[in-house]
């Protein structure tokens, strides 16, 4: 039997129908992503760029039958896949080995910080658009608020934003108690986080310090850069406090979607994080009341409740 060496992505696309088109993007320091353009059949009334979140790829976004590609597709919105260095369908770089340590040595930072610029700015050149909006999920959405508050330029490039189930304040999370544990007993665990999250020290769709910097969040309460302890905090911050990402530089349009059942992104943290983004043009939160996390990525109610809900406000 010949192996089908075509990604997930590539054979969801040809499952669906879609008209596609594949890049390769390149970051600043070296990171290479893989990019898909979906193109609408009749004419183009925007662009918008998907972003996926923890140990996800572009195919998290094509699994339901009723997709949030293809609403946007049938609406007339040129849709594009993102992929992060970290991503399931794969990534590379120019000098260093996919399964090096030092590859991996990144957390959610750099993907919004570098990921995320550059496939936004490939986007919009490859377009031709002066300005595209964004839709990410969970980490995808955090990584989008670094981008916009370490990068604040980009707020200038980007429309409006729709992040889903953005996991960004995670002070009232169901595994916020989980993460206090494994800080405790950390000293007499024989597994590393990322064996005790995983079940697998091989690095896979995520990178230790993805985990541990959401573990900061969780224990924090805040949305902080990564902490490396106050010692290195000091050189690498000039404080040994580690910061706060500053939110109040998102100055674009926001509509957070939120799970009414959610237990890892908590209701009341999407509020709070709805208050902290004070100088948007625009807040808006949107409540689904029965999803769950995962659920706005595979369960069948997204297709038919959020994502309508995720387009209405991309095409108007």
């Not at 910080?113 to 377009?127: G, I, K, N, R």
């Not at 404080?239 to 209701?267: I, M, N």
């Given at each position: 039997?010949k192996?089908?060496?075509?990604?997930?992505?590539?054979?969801?696309?040809?499952?669906?129908?879609i008209?596609s088109?594949f890049y390769?993007?390149?970051?600043?320091?070296?990171?290479?992503l893989k990019?898909?353009?979906?193109?609408?059949k009749?004419?183009r009334?925007?662009?918008?760029?998907?972003q996926?979140?923890?140990?996800?790829?572009?195919?998290s976004?094509?699994l339901?039958?009723?997709?949030?590609?293809?609403?946007?597709?049938?609406r007339?919105?040129?849709?594009w896949?993102?992929?992060?260095?970290?991503?399931?369908?794969?990534?590379?770089?120019k000098s260093?080995?996919?399964?090096?340590a030092e590859?991996?040595?990144?957390?959610?930072?750099e993907?919004?910080?570098?990921?995320?610029?550059?496939?936004v700015d490939?986007?919009?050149?490859?377009s031709?658009s002066?300005?595209?909006?964004v839709v990410?999920?969970?980490?995808?959405?955090?990584a989008?608020?670094?981008?916009?508050?370490?990068?604040?330029?980009?707020n200038?490039?980007?429309?409006?934003?729709?992040?889903?189930?953005?996991?960004?304040?995670?002070?009232?999370?169901s595994?916020?108690?989980?993460?206090?544990?494994?800080?405790?007993f950390k000293?007499?665990?024989?597994?590393s986080?990322?064996?005790?999250?995983?079940?697998?020290d091989?690095?896979?769709?995520?990178?230790q310090?993805?985990?541990?910097?959401?573990?900061?969040?969780m224990?924090?309460?805040?949305?902080?850069?990564?902490?490396?302890?106050?010692?290195?905090?000091r050189?690498?911050y000039?404080t040994?406090?580690?910061?706060e990402?500053?939110?109040e530089?998102?100055?674009?349009?926001?509509?957070?979607?939120?799970?009414?059942s959610?237990?890892v992104?908590?209701?009341?943290?999407v509020?709070?994080?709805s208050?902290?983004?004070a100088n948007?043009?625009?807040?808006?939160?949107?409540?689904?009341?029965?999803?769950?996390h995962?659920?706005?990525m595979?369960?069948?109610?997204a297709?038919?409740?959020?994502?309508p809900?995720?387009?209405?406000?991309?095409?108007?």
């Amino acid at each position: 039997m010949k192996l089908d060496s075509r990604s997930r992505t590539e054979r969801y696309v040809e499952r669906h129908g879609i008209t596609s088109e594949f890049y390769n993007v390149t970051t600043e320091d070296g990171y290479q992503l893989k990019m898909f353009r979906l193109l609408p059949k009749g004419e183009r009334r925007g662009v918008v760029l998907l972003q996926h979140g923890l140990r996800e790829s572009s195919a998290s976004w094509l699994l339901l039958n009723q997709n949030l590609p293809l609403q946007l597709l049938e609406r007339g919105i040129e849709v594009w896949l993102g992929n992060s260095r970290a991503s399931t369908e794969g990534s590379s770089h120019k000098s260093l080995d996919r399964s090096s340590a030092e590859f991996w040595s990144f957390s959610f930072h750099e993907i919004g910080y570098y990921d995320l610029a550059a496939m936004v700015d490939f986007t919009m050149a490859a377009s031709g658009s002066e300005r595209i909006q964004v839709v990410a999920f969970s980490e995808g959405a955090a990584a989008t608020l670094i981008l916009l508050s370490k990068r604040p330029a980009y707020n200038e490039k980007i429309s409006q934003l729709n992040l889903l189930a953005p996991a960004v304040l995670l002070s009232n999370s169901s595994y916020t108690v989980l993460a206090a544990l494994y800080v405790t007993f950390k000293p007499i665990l024989p597994w590393s986080l990322q064996r005790f999250v995983t079940g697998k020290d091989e690095f896979f769709g995520n990178s230790q310090k993805e985990l541990e910097h959401l573990q900061h969040l969780m224990l924090s309460g805040r949305f902080v850069e990564y902490d490396y302890g106050s010692k290195r905090n000091r050189a690498v911050y000039g404080t040994s406090k580690v910061p706060e990402y500053p939110l109040e530089k998102v100055t674009c349009p926001v509509v957070l979607h939120y799970g009414g059942s959610d237990r890892v992104v908590h209701p009341r943290d999407v509020l709070r994080l709805s208050r902290k983004l004070a100088n948007c043009a625009n807040v808006e939160v949107m409540r689904h009341k029965r999803m769950r996390h995962l659920d706005f990525m595979t369960r069948k109610d997204a297709a038919l409740d959020v994502y309508p809900a995720v387009v209405d406000r991309v095409v108007r």
